[in-house]
């Protein structure tokens, strides 16, 4: 018995992609004489039309004004101190609501690692944003505590609510997100519901996102029934990467006894395996004609290694074609950027440790097209890949011929006809 991707994965038409699960969300469909006529391109950086390397409209801005977090998560690598207690400068705010003033973005992700709302005067920033005419986004665990008057308004007029929730077993929970509290995540959810309806404002369109581990994939269908019922317009089960696979990665937290230590699903017994099969079959019946639901397909392939160990010595499928030149499928460098607290801003929200530019020292429109970001670009345009661009996992291969069709066909239909396809 096996999972199979391709039954579990039912797309919403309004919920907007998460950066994390990024691969999956930007694959731009073409005809494949489209593809099969067009010239490679050469690996040679000085021959990228520049046409190719500057942007004129961002699909997403993301912003994060705090690494303060108020729960602490027993796979946070950034639970420890080493990142916590930074705010945002009022100056580098300023320069971002300018920003987006200016430049043509479509929504601005309030978020980061950590939770947004922990930031003092986080609302009065969304609500400067929303004046602007600026759609907003945020990932956050609405476990603060009950929000206040101003932010359930400010919530209601968000066009995206993410909310990290991985169970609905309240005690569970918080043994696995230290400090999160069941009650008050579903009171403040309602509480901007019912500001959205009060004001007859469009709903924010709910997504409540779980991420998988061994302890949980067994109560998928418990979940979804859960995110049924709270209103959610959406659910999402993402993949647990342990601890050890993050560079730097570290948490103390595996040794406080109150915590509930949790591993990849992988490690599951063969019987546990088949029952998170039937869970997840469940979830998905569940779900069928009422919420979108995302299975990320790393969770899938995690279950069907358990129950069909000899897939993991079958060499995988090259999608990339003799003679063609390797790079990876990503639009990042042309269609999102983030700028973490201290005006850092780093050529996408993976790489952490390689910055392209700071605000506080120039223009965040001069740095979207500035020469840092534009090798970035030409480097995948031409399979020249920067090293961090090599190692990536977060996005499949693909071919240079591929991607700049792909590249060219996004900036034709973000960039206002300033690409010729």
């Not at 581990?213 to 995110?227: E, K, P, R, S, V």
């Not at 097209?369 to 996992?393: F, H, M, S, W």
Request: proline letters at 6%; a negative charge; glycine letters at 6%.
């Amino acid at each position: 018995m096996a999972i199979d991707a391709s039954g579990v994965m039912v797309e919403s038409p309004k919920g907007l992609p998460d950066p994390l699960s990024y691969g999956s969300s930007v694959a731009l469909e073409l005809p494949p004489e489209v593809l099969r006529d067009m010239p490679s391109p050469t690996p040679n950086l000085h021959d990228v039309p520049e046409e190719l390397l500057h942007i004129t409209k961002l699909r997403q801005l993301g912003v994060e004004l705090t690494t303060t977090c108020n729960l602490a998560c027993v796979y946070c690598h950034f639970a420890p101190l080493t990142r916590r207690g930074k705010d945002a400068e009022q100056g580098m705010v300023e320069n971002l609501i300018d920003f987006v003033k200016q430049f043509p973005v479509d929504y601005v992700t309030l978020s980061g690692d950590a939770e947004i709302t922990m930031y003092k005067g986080w609302d009065e920033v969304a609500r400067r944003m929303l004046a602007a005419g600026i759609e907003l986004r945020t990932i956050s665990n609405f476990s603060k505590g009950l929000f206040s008057e101003a932010e359930i308004d400010v919530f209601s007029q968000f066009r995206e609510i993410l909310i990290s929730l991985d169970t609905c077993d309240a005690a569970l929970l918080k043994k696995i997100r230290y400090r999160a509290d069941l009650r008050t995540i579903t009171t403040n959810m309602q509480l901007v519901r019912t500001r959205a309806i009060q004001m007859g404002r469009k709903m924010p369109h709910f997504v409540c996102n779980v991420v998988t581990h061994d302890i949980n994939i067994g109560l998928a269908d418990q979940t979804a029934a859960f995110a049924l019922a709270c209103g959610f317009a959406q659910l999402n089960f993402v993949r647990f990467v342990e601890l050890e696979e993050v560079s730097g990665g570290k948490n103390d937290l595996r040794d406080n006894p109150n915590a509930q230590q949790v591993r990849r699903i992988r490690e599951l017994p063969i019987t546990e395996a088949a029952k998170a099969v039937r869970a997840l079959q469940r979830a998905v019946d569940l779900c069928k004609g009422k919420i979108a639901l995302h299975i990320q397909p790393g969770v899938v392939d995690e279950i069907n290694l358990i129950l069909n160990p000899a897939a993991a010595d079958a060499k995988p499928i090259d999608t990339v074609a003799p003679g063609r030149i390797r790079t990876k499928q990503c639009l990042m460098p042309w269609d999102f950027f983030y700028v973490l607290w201290n005006g850092d801003v780093p050529p996408c929200c993976i790489v952490k440790d390689t910055m392209i530019g700071n605000v506080a020292t120039k223009p965040l429109v001069d740095v979207i097209n500035g020469d840092g970001i534009k090798e970035y670009r030409a480097g995948l345009l031409t399979g020249n890949l920067k090293p961090e661009c090599q190692t990536c996992t977060y996005v499949p291969d693909t071919d240079t011929q591929t991607l700049t069709a792909h590249v060219r066909n996004y900036l034709s239909a973000y960039g206002k006809g300033a690409v010729a396809a």
